[in-house]
DNA sequence: CCGGTGCGTGAACCCTCGTTAACATCCCGC
DNA sequence: GCGGGATGTTAACGAGGGTTCACGCACCGG
């Protein structure tokens, strides 16, 4: 409702009632979990009623699976791009890859919680490409930490991986206590000290 | 049921029935979400049926409670034990804080998960129980890292800490996939790097 | 005008699931 | 041996909520 998701609509001027509801149900589930969300609170956020959403959705279940589908895919595709624009250099790449992730979270703190929480209640299919673009987003970070760390094997580079995006994606925990500008050098830091570690 | 969870139950040779169903649902919850999980699920983990769950439990609310209150105080207890036996060298304290944490994130990965993604579906009584002992865990942290960061504000020092905890509690993320020792020795280490930044 | 298409509404349907009730069983102290 | 509490079982109730249905209405091209 407020400013707070900018990935999930491409016109953010005058999103369509459909951007509207996935937006709107980003935040809601972000707070309150998907399950724990009904059609009616969605609807009500943008001012219809429930059974209105599946004049844009085919089911709740299909919403959750857009908004995750595109999460991981813009991860995908933004951390894919900055790598390839950062050179050969191992740490102006790791350094351009913390900046974007810091950035995304900052940006979709709800986003965020959404994508590891409620991955759980999707569908089988929807999971599996879910988590297939997913992993392509880790391997990007595992190519980079292998490079950064030459000596560590790849299931290292991964448990490292991993370890950054959980310090990072902290932003749900400590938002708006700090400005912005502020939490964004401080992530940053934090993250490539525990990556070169 | 196999060695999962080692926090929920004091006496771990022969569990009692109250305690297997408690760390039977501490799995299920971590792996599908507490919304997700019938009373059947729980009780069948046990090898009961759902409704002999009322035998030990009030409600399913009652047992998502408990699960989150003791962990809160397990942490809790925890950290502020070690914190005082470690003596008055605010790196040492940090150290000591981080290796409590990673060695509770990797003895109860499933405990970790269900602590921060099911806390919105308790009663608003029992959230506020389990938010303040968070919270004073929390300033344990807070405290221990203004010391280390004497130029920091307590709100740096506390986005720090859920910064750490995000990278420590990314166990469920990374489990299994490398021996615990390395596990342990690269979260510590990756830790301790992002707290000193 | 006029019919169709897009978007919404309120009512109803129905399945899931937490919870309770009524009834067995085991076991232990007297 | 026997009464009673602890522990389970099956059946049933009832609320919540996702989904569908039948209908209204605005807008638009011919």
Redesign the interface.
Known sequence: MTDANTALHADASRPSRREQILQAAAQLFA???S??VGVDDVGAAVGVTGPAIYRHFASKDAMLAEMLLRISERLLEGGTARVAAAGDDPMAQLRTLIAFQVDFALDNPALITVH???L??LADEDAAQVRRLQRRYVEVWVDVLGRVHPASDA??S???A?????????TP??AG??PRR??AA??A?????????
């Open positions: 707070e309150r979990g399950r724990a590891d929480r409620d759980g209640s299931a290292t991964r448990a490292r991993h370890a950054v995006f959980g310090l990072v994606n902290s925990h400590s206590r700090l502020r939490t401080l992530l830091a934090m993250a490539e000290a525990a990556a070169t570690a």
